[in-house]
T-cell receptor
Framework: KAGVTQTPRYLIKTRGQQVTLSCSPI?????VSWYQQTPGQGLQFLFE???????NKGNFPGRFSGRQFSNSRSEMNVSTLELGDSALYLC??????????????FGEGSRLTVL | DQQVKQNSPSLSVQEGRISILNCDYT??????FLWYKKYPAEGPTFLIS?????DKNEDGRFTVFLNKSAKHLSLHIVPSQPGDSAVYFC??????????????FGKGTKLSVIP
């Protein structure tokens, strides 16, 4: 069973640019959530999508957005990049009950560097 | 307000000894508590969980203890092995304001097991 796939793995952008990150969940998983990991801050929740609908959103500015497609693949977008957006962005998928029990399956992440 | 706290950023333990990682939380509505392990350049992987109605769950060398009155949980690894060296994230699940579940992570504890 293929795992969660995130692309690209690494990318470098400059301030003011925008970026789009992609996530393909495990087949059959309909919930996709996104997290930002920065040194010393742990994993901070960005948003969660289920059946193309955003169910939850974390405490991030409106520059951070996402969407989910009918095949459960998800994308997140960050506009007007700032230096502080440099981080590892992790996508996770879960099956039925996954969010309740907390058992998420994570991808390897997309490492974004903003210069 | 940080709802899940891991107060020790790092921990060093000799191979064969016990590793104890601690986590405190503030939200009494958390239903499930989990530990995730993360190696560099990889996404977090689920390690072990415990329901809020239990006080102990064991899986091989890993045991999680929950003390609800103290809002504290701990992960015991016995015996510790060099391959256990990783960052360990404590996490907790609760219903969000939107009605679905959301996972909240601590900042992580870096465990180093010395051969």
């Amino acid at each position: 069973k293929a795992g969660v796939t995130q692309t690209p793995r690494y990318l470098i952008k400059t301030r003011g640019q925008q970026v789009t990150l992609s996530c393909s969940p495990i087949s059959g998983h309909r919930s996709v959530s996104w997290y930002q990991q920065t040194p010393g801050q742990g994993l901070q929740f960005l948003f969660e999508y289920f059946s193309e609908t955003q169910r939850n959103k974390g405490n991030f500015p409106g520059r951070f957005s996402g969407r989910q497609f009918s095949n459960s693949r998800s994308e997140m977008n960050v506009s007007t990049l700032e230096l502080g957006d440099s981080a590892l962005y992790l996508c996770a998928s879960s099956g039925p009950g996954g969010l309740w029990t907390g058992e998420l399956f994570f991808g390897e992440g997309s490492r974004l560097t903003v210069l | 307000d940080q709802q899940v706290k891991q107060n020790s950023p790092s921990l060093s333990v000799q191979e064969g000894r016990i590793s104890i990682l601690n986590c405190d939380y503030t939200n009494s509505m958390f239903d499930y508590f989990l530990w995730y392990k993360k190696y560099p350049a990889e996404g977090p992987t689920f390690l072990i969980s415990i329901s809020s109605i239990k006080d102990k769950n064991e899986d091989g060398r890993f045991t999680v203890f929950l003390n609800k009155s103290a809002k504290h949980l701990s992960l015991h690894i016995v015996p510790s092995q060099p391959g256990d060296s990783a960052v360990y994230f404590c996490a907790a699940s609760a219903v969000s304001g939107a009605g679905s579940y959301q996972l909240t992570f601590g900042k992580g504890t870096k465990l180093s097991v010395i051969p």
